[in-house]
């Protein structure tokens, strides 16, 4: 095939395939999700399904978010004590530890281990039923995919996420308390007290609302990257990989936005 | 098909394409309650497009899917639903779905469709299990912990467990060994008759289109080139089809390499 672009204007040419292969995934993205929400908020409802999906999906990452949280917790305590210590604010370490947890990291964190542990392992098993058949199957019993496989993850993991950013907060905090008791020198009570006379119930609640949002981008790109799944095992493990970085992207970018939209209403 | 039979299933000028490859190029074809088809044609000649396309799982880009005479082509809510309901599959690779177990792929449907109650739904699945010569023993197990052959048969069971008017077979004896294939044939026989339904088989196997087949069609290049009875097909005087009957390299068809 001849190539009738003057090669001066071959890069305006990769811009503009390149703007509507982006806007094209865009989308599709979209309007799969839509469908997801569409048939999350109408019945019928598999509650079998869902049950079933919000044990894999929260009961299951429990020990993975907890052992993050203790983490994250006690390295912010230790990171605080040491930066306070530059302005005489040492004292301070239980009321940044309890703001940074609640509003940002018990949700972000949450986030993104679920990218990588539920996100990767949606896609990778509705990939391999796609390409074992196993979608058409469902399809031919009357039992519509986005009913009985995509909506169950979703509506799992809305409600999931935000009780695992619950454990995580609790943990975190205790995390930062574990350290700052055992070698900071915190008085445990004064810590305990400190936590709770800060914390508000803003600060929860964003977090919470944070963590219904990455539950539900977290499930739409494990089943957007599944049901789109070249196949074979290169298709299915590409799949997984794309769902995991787009799901992680996507916490993040969706994080900045609410943060915003969240310091913006005072919230 | 005597003129007086009114098709159950009828294709008429399907069309189907992905990017510049026109797999269906215009299929035509036909069955009745009751009879069995069966189609031929080589491996990549578009005959499980022909049946995703007839089962709704792809849209053709032109013609008509006519089911008991609804045209179904383009339906996808109520209609495209009424129309499974009444429609069984069996696939190639059986498509069990390996998170239930066997009995609970049987009864697949009559519980999340039918909403049957589950003990229900399995005695249902059982006596079904128990019609493909598959014992009680075999219902809690998991679909990876039976052979490919008992696979086929719970397949089959799932595919018959709601009694349905037609049945598609995509390639029912693909990997299985000439004694265990001969076994899913007769089943299928027993089973499709025992219903009374009509069926499209598409294979490559021509011991298993003779044996379960009431007439042969010929898919060639996108097109239903050759159509008839299963006992003329040795004597259909299309050199096409001769040459794929005989398996034969030389001729017409270029193997596909």
Known sequence: MTDAVHPAFRPFRWVGHGTIAVLSEIGRLARFAAGMFGAAITPPWYSGQVWQQCVRIGFYSLPVVGLAAVFIGAALALNIYTGGARFNAEQFVPNIVVLGITRELGATITGLMLAGRVSAGIAAEIGAMRVTEQIDALKTLSAPPNRFLYAPRLIAAVITLPLLVVVANIIGVMGGWMVSVGTLDFDSTTYIRNTLDYMTAGDVWAGLIKAAVFGAVIAIMGCYQGDRSQAGATGVGRAATLSMVGAAVLVLATNFMMTTLFVRIGL | ?257
């Open chain 2, 1 to 257: 098909m005597t003129p007086a039979e009114k098709p159950l299933l009828k294709l008429a000028g399907v069309r189907k394409s992905f990017g510049r490859n026109d797999v269906l190029r215009g299929v035509d074809i036909d069955v009745a309650p009751g009879r069995s088809l069966v189609i031929l044609g080589g491996s990549g000649s578009g005959k499980s497009v022909m049946l995703k396309c007839a089962l709704g799982l792809m849209t053709p880009e032109a013609g008509q899917v006519i089911f008991d005479g609804q045209d179904v082509t383009r339906d996808t809510g109520r209609e495209r639903e009424a129309m499974r309901a009444r429609v069984g599959m069996l696939f190639q690779s059986a498509a069990l779905f390996d998170s239930l177990t066997v009995w609970e792929n049987v009864a697949f449907r009559l519980i999340y469709a039918d909403k049957l109650k589950r003990s229900d739904a399995r005695d249902r699945a059982i006596e079904t299990l128990r019609k493909v010569r598959l014992g009680e023993e075999v219902a809690n197990l998991r679909p990876a912990e039976i052979s490919g052959g008992m696979q086929k048969r719970v397949g089959l069971a799932r595919a018959i467990a709601a009694n349905p008017e037609l049945i598609f077979f995509d390639e029912p004896t693909t990997g299985l060994d000439p004694i265990t294939a001969d076994a899913i044939n007769d089943l299928i026989i027993e089973q499709v008759r025992g219903l009374g339904a009509a069926s499209v088989s598409i294979t490559h196997d021509m011991a298993s289109a003779r044996k379960i087949a009431d007439e042969v069609a010929f898919l060639y290049e996108g097109r239903i080139i050759w159509r008839g009875p299963v006992a003329s097909i040795d004597n259909s005087g299309n050199e096409w089809l001769d040459q794929f009957v005989n398996g034969r390299a030389d001729g017409p068809i270029q193997p596909a390499l």
